[in-house]
């Protein structure tokens, strides 16, 4: 029975529309989707704009430097000094 309810109502879903009654904002989704899905190599969060770029190379290097400052915090808590 689930089946068949999932059957019929793909049916009523698929008439064709005419293009007047679709909503302006609707192809301009369209535009915005083919341009993120664009096969060019690059993830889908640098495909915005410039500021994409720059947030996720502050983001990298934010996130070395704090591994670089757990690296060194480690070391100074494992490695005695010398008196």
């Known amino acids: 029975a689930v089946v068949r309810s999932f059957a019929t109502s793909a049916g009523r879903r698929s008439a064709a ?3 007047e009654q679709i ?4 192809f301009e989704i369209r535009k915005v989707q083919e341009h993120f899905q664009k096969k060019d190599g690059k993830p ?3 495909k915005g704009s410039a500021v994409d770029q720059v947030l996720y190379r502050i983001t990298m290097a934010l996130a070395l430097v704090g591994i670089g400052g757990m690296g060194k915090l480690f070391y100074d808590l494992s490695v005695p000094k010398k008196d």
């Open 23 to 26: 909503e302006k904002g609707y």
């Open 17 to 19: 529309v005419p293009k």
């Open 44 to 46: 889908v969060f640098l």
